[in-house]
């Protein structure tokens, strides 16, 4: 599987955002800066006046056993039009293992598929491989709802019910959460 893309990933201190605008205009400022220091180039901008209000819920087991699997489950609705997808995302150090899950959505729903490179500080690759699921208004997951269970959550990525903890196989009932509660 060929990477897509490469994304660096950045921590930022949202105590710096008081004032989105000027936060964003320093941010790039100094991103531009550090690109420019490597000789590299940076394509696009910051566009203030287009930015995406969305929320955005991770979900896993009480005991991270997504996590654990090396899978991420997340749902994000953009609350402009109120369109919901899930991704669900491999990510690991090798690039082989989450190149070759089967990340294949269920049947009926489209997907969009990716793979890329993920760098984060100080420069420490992973590699995702991706599938995202945009749903209906009027499906069961869509909005405020998400799905409560690993084998609800199978009926989006097949792949769910096949997590294991400690070897063994979770039962269906096993609980999905909202990641910190948040």
């Known amino acids: 599987m060929k990477i897509e ?5 950045v921590i930022v201190d949202v105590a710096l955002f008081a004032d989105f605008d000027a936060a964003l205009a320093e941010m790039s400022a ?9 000789e590299f180039s940076l394509d696009g901008e910051f566009d203030i006046d287009e930015r995406e209000e969305q929320s955005i819920r991770f979900l896993d087991t009480r005991d991270f056993t997504l996590r654990r699997n090396s899978l991420l489950l ?16 491999c990510r690991t150090a090798d690039r082989y293992f989450s190149a070759l899950r089967n990340l294949e959505p269920a049947q009926g729903l489209k997907a969009d598929h990716k793979f890329e490179e ?16 945009k749903l209906k208004p009027d499906d069961s ?21 096949e997590t294991e903890c400690d070897g063994l196989r979770c039962s ?3 609980p999905l959460a909202v990641v910190n509660g948040r």
């Open 5 to 9: 893309s490469r994304e660096y990933k």
């Open 30 to 38: 100094d991103l531009q800066g550090l690109v420019e220091s490597l």
């Open 74 to 89: 997340r749902q994000r609705i953009k609350l402009k039009n109120d369109k919901t997808e899930y991704t669900l995302k």
């Open 118 to 133: 993920d760098i984060g500080a100080p420069f420490v690759s992973g590699f995702s491989q991706s599938t995202t699921v």
């Open 141 to 161: 997951f869509a909005g405020d709802s998400w799905p409560r269970t690993l084998a609800e959550g199978s009926q989006l990525f097949p792949l769910l019910s």
């Open 172 to 174: 269906g009932d096993t």
